[in-house]
Nanobody, 124 residues
């Protein structure tokens, strides 16, 4: 049974930092590309960042470039998202997801397994 469990969300002031984690189990983590997505209230789920199985290739939404860093530790079966200089527009539920194959895609439909999400709220 595949499980993806996000943690690290919370309330942060604009300009602050936050680090999200996603602990994976039940899958061969190092064989899967991983992604972070977010969904604001009343909006569709959107791509934030993705990383290849090895970590050598990353892909970022324009809104995340220069502020967020995706990384992974295959020995710990854990995915990370370091968020810096956060803005109120970053508020939402953040989900991690995995896809078969190593290419870090942007479309949610490319991802098979999803976590339950962690809430990030940025106050102005």
């Amino acid at each position: 049974q595949v499980q993806l469990v996000e943690s690290g969300g919370g309330l942060v002031q604009a300009g602050g930092s936050l680090r999200l984690s996603c602990a994976a189990s039940g899958l061969s983590f190092s064989s899967y590309a991983m992604g972070w997505f977010r969904q604001a209230l009343g909006k569709e789920r959107e791509f934030v960042a993705a990383i290849s199985w090895s970590g050598s290739t990353t892909n970022y939404a324009d809104s995340a470039k220069g502020r967020f860093t995706i990384s992974r530790d295959n020995a710990k079966n854990t995915l990370y998202l370091q968020m810096k200089s956060v803005e109120p527009e970053d508020t939402g539920v953040y989900y991690c997801a995995s896809r078969g194959g190593g290419v870090p895609r942007r479309s949610p439909s490319e991802y098979k397994y999803w976590g339950q999400g962690t809430q990030v709220t940025v106050s102005s």
